[in-house]
């Protein structure tokens, strides 16, 4: 039992005045059937025992199967509820079904039996700092709010990229696909944190109705109006003289044979309000993807006059603020700045705030940690109500249904890639949106290390015609410290991330692909280092710690 309690309790920090031993001591177990009433009267028997005679507050996670939510509500509200005087709070997990007619059923199923204020619906990116700090960002600073319209912004682009596969449970993510996984709900608490009003006070019941009056806004989506769909397939690389494999979605065996489930999706979201009429919303989300990503990307129109200023020609937007979500939490403001000299030439630059520098001696709660405390205190402010997700799911039903109904072909993208063929297109076309790659960023807001990387790219293609074997990149990366004091790195990723890399038949890389490896390796590490991935897949085993040596 504690080999199973140190694993689960592996993030928990403990102090000498509460050890580890301490707490464990205030954890037991209860088994029994999810549909067995004479379970739950057992465990309500063995709570009143610690409860002591006194009215004691429970709060129960349901980190169960859609399916047995019914029978495990109706078993706790007949059999298992706190005493008069203290409150029942249920903690629901996602899927909140498959779509409106399941989450209609299920919406009747709970609503019977507790009122809305007993119900916490988790969406645990509610529970991450940059989201939680979109509010804040918007009405505490009148900089931002004031552009904060159709007048101003270009476009608004969220995105979530992971660089995992479906780890074996592939089966399992079949029957939801991404779109359900990931995109109605984490991406769409975003959006709504992006575009709805300021709510009439700063209360569960202001933003629960602040949110659903965005959502009535937004147009319903299918097929035909702007969707794209990919799946990814094996890739793989060879580095060092050793060939490393990852499967394809469809090699994985627990997945139905020729499914077209799709691994990437985008779509969209058009807003028929005054504050957001004209502006497009592009939402997209993989996996299979060459890393793993979280951020929203607001670009503001480009005016005549920015031009007279040096603005680069062809520039897409004069100005990018980008919140970076995860990895390496941040916000940063993209402008233009006039490069010191006697002559009016402007370059892009960056204006920068990196939690961990900031905040450098704040405690940063995990995102559960956060929901569970609210919950506990009956703030619903940070949870889903039922209302978000009537019109949340009349949102995406149609297209849902057509996926399911007509199986409409996929891109096929090869694992690591950065998005599947003919996505950039599609994304100019329908969200009036230029795809950029995000290894630039890194250079912006790095600098100290990318200086230190070109200093020792120079010095080792000073004899190679301005190029390097792309053998040399790591133990260059290392010296720079881009992976830590260390150097360590999975082997197996190290091979995917930099079989990307453009070489010559020699093997040789110009500056620009070796700075874009190392700001790859660089985030990878970085999302390593915070251990949050999803619950579709987990770390590559292949070489777990290697350590990669100096070389030449």
């Known amino acids: ?327 390496e939490e941040a916000l940063f403001l993209k402008t233009f700045t006039k490069q010191p000299g006697l002559e009016q030439i402007t370059r892009s630059t960056v204006m920068e705030m990196h939690y961990k520098d900031e905040f450098a001696n704040a405690y940063v709660g995990d995102a559960y940690e956060r929901m569970f405390l609210n919950a506990a205190k009956g703030d619903g402010s940070l949870f889903v109500s039922s209302a978000e997700l009537v019109e949340a799911w009349r949102i995406f039903t149609p297209l849902l249904h057509q996926i399911d109904e007509q199986k409409p072909d996929v891109v096929l993208y090869p694992f690591h890639s950065q998005y599947p063929p003919g996505f950039a297109e599609w994304s100019k076309k329908f969200a009036k949106i230029v795809q950029g790659e995000n290894w630039t960023d890194f250079l912006a807001t790095h600098t100290k290390e990318v200086e230190d990387l070109t200093k020792g790219f120079n010095a080792s293609s000073s004899q190679s015609n301005g190029k390097i074997h792309v053998d040399q990149m790591t133990s260059h990366i290392i010296r720079a410290g881009i992976l830590g004091t260390e150097g360590k790195m999975d082997g197996k990723k190290v091979a995917q991330i930099l079989g990307n890399i453009k070489r010559d038949g020699a093997g040789m890389v110009d500056i620009d692909e070796y700075l874009k490896g190392a700001a790859a390796l660089k985030r990878h590490n970085i999302a390593e280092d915070e251990h949050d991935h999803s619950s579709w897949g987990g770390k590559s085993t292949d070489a777990p710690g290697l350590k990669w040596a100096p070389g030449p």
């Open 1 to 327: 039992m504690t080999e199973f309690l140190a694993k689960q309790c592996s993030n928990v920090k403990f102090k000498e005045e509460y050890p580890q031993s301490k707490f464990f001591g205030q954890i037991t177990f209860h088994a029994g059937a999810y549909d067995a009433p004479d379970a739950f009267q057992k465990l309500d028997v063995k709570m009143k025992q610690y409860e002591n005679g006194k009215p004691g507050n429970r709060l129960y996670f349901l980190s169960i199967p859609p399916t047995i939510f019914g029978d495990v509500c109706k078993c706790i509200a007949e059999k298992s509820r706190a005493a008069s005087g203290a409150f029942t709070h249920l903690i629901i997990e996602k899927p909140f079904g498959k779509d409106s007619h399941t989450f209609d059923i299920l919406n009747k199923t709970t609503s019977s039996l507790f009122k809305e204020t007993e119900l916490y619906r988790i969406d645990h990116y509610l529970g991450k700092e940059v989201v939680l700090n979109l509010t804040s960002l918007r009405w505490a600073n009148q900089v931002f709010e004031s552009v904060w319209n159709n007048k101003y912004i270009e476009s608004v682009e969220i995105t979530f990229k992971e660089d995992l596969g479906t780890g074996g449970r592939g089966g399992y993510f079949d029957g939801f696909g991404i779109i359900r996984d990931i995109m109605q709900n984490h991406l769409l608490q975003v959006f709504m944190l992006c575009a709805m009003e300021p709510p009439a006070q700063m209360s569960t019941a202001g933003i629960i109705s602040a949110k659903v009056e965005l959502l009535k806004a937004v147009q319903s989506l299918e097929l035909g109006n702007g969707v794209f769909l990919g799946q990814f397939t094996a890739n793989s690389w060879t580095m060092g003289g050793q060939l490393h494999k990852e499967p394809g979605y469809l090699d994985d065996t627990t997945v139905p044979k020729g499914s077209k489930c799709p691994t990437f999706a985008a779509v969209v979201l058009r807003i028929n309000n005054e504050r957001w009429s004209g502006v497009p919303f592009l939402m997209k989300a993989g996996k299979g993807l060459d890393e793993r990503l979280g951020e929203v990307r607001i670009r503001f129109k480009s005016q005549p006059y920015n031009r007279l200023f040096g603005s680069p020609a062809g520039a897409t937007s004069t100005n990018e603020l980008v919140l970076r979500i995860q990895p």
